[in-house]
């Protein structure tokens, strides 16, 4: 597509449900981010992918988050369990992968909101 | 492990006048720099970035900034503001590796107010 797409755009979700969001990179993009925003805050680091290769995930808060890219496009990022303090913007981002400086272009995001 | 800091959280200057807004950043080593504004509802969009070279970076909407390894400092600057740079800015940091750059650590961002 034309640009990165990230659905749902908003979803609330009681707490204890798993949640799904789904990120649509530029097509032909290798690398592939996820970051959570707070209310007030900067973007925050989860995790990244260079194909479907997962090469950082040290930004997951704990073991219910979790992310994949099974075919080098397509990412999800999976939430279970929920808790309120899951709470944020969940934005991703994809980046080409040669030549290696070039800029992250970033989706709208998904506003998740655990009641 | 890379750290960036926006000593400020609101700026209001009025249409027309100057702006700068500050960035410091902690990295060991020469950094990959960014400026990114966030429109309300909008995603983020980048404004320009310094990776090598000349230390003075010129972006879109007009506005540039300069690299200063002494102050380990990223500063964004326009000459003359309009109503509609109203949004939320925010410095972020790149750690290099062999690729490239790729975790990006972002600071908390500044919001700045246009006002007539």
């Known amino acids: 597509g034309a640009g990165v797409s990230q659905s749902p755009r908003y979803k609330v979700t009681k707490r204890g449900q798993d949640v799904a969001l789904r990120c649509d990179p530029i097509?032909?993009?290798?690398?592939l981010y996820w970051y959570r925003q707070a209310l007030g805050q900067g973007p925050e680091f989860l995790t990244y992918f260079n194909y479907e290769a997962q090469q950082d995930k040290s930004g997951l808060p704990n073991d219910r988050f979790s992310a994949e890219r099974p075919e080098g496009s397509i990412s999800t990022l999976t939430i279970q369990r929920t808790e309120q303090r899951d709470s944020a913007m969940y934005r991703c981002?994809?980046?080409?992968?040669?030549?290696?400086?070039?800029?992250?272009?970033f989706g709208q995001g998904t506003r998740l909101t655990v009641v | 492990a890379q750290s960036v800091t926006q000593p400020d959280i609101h700026i209001t200057v009025s249409e027309g006048a100057s702006l700068e807004l500050r960035c410091n950043y902690s990295y060991g080593a020469t950094p990959y720099l960014f400026w990114y504004v966030q429109s309300p509802g909008q995603g983020l969009q980048l404004l320009l970035k310094y990776f090598s070279g000349d230390t003075l970076v010129q972006g879109i909407k007009g506005f540039e900034a300069e690299f200063k390894r002494s102050q380990s400092s990223f500063n964004l600057r326009k000459p003359s503001v309009h109503w509609s740079d109203a949004a939320e800015y925010f410095c972020?940091?790149?750690?290099?590796?062999?690729?490239?750059?790729?975790?990006?650590?972002f600071g908390t961002g500044t919001k700045l107010q246009v006002i007539p």
């Open positions: 981002a994809s980046k080409r992968g040669r030549p290696p400086n070039t800029e992250a272009f």
């Open positions: 972020a940091v790149g750690r290099r590796n062999s690729g490239g750059y790729q975790k990006v650590t």
């Open positions: 097509s032909g993009h290798v690398s």
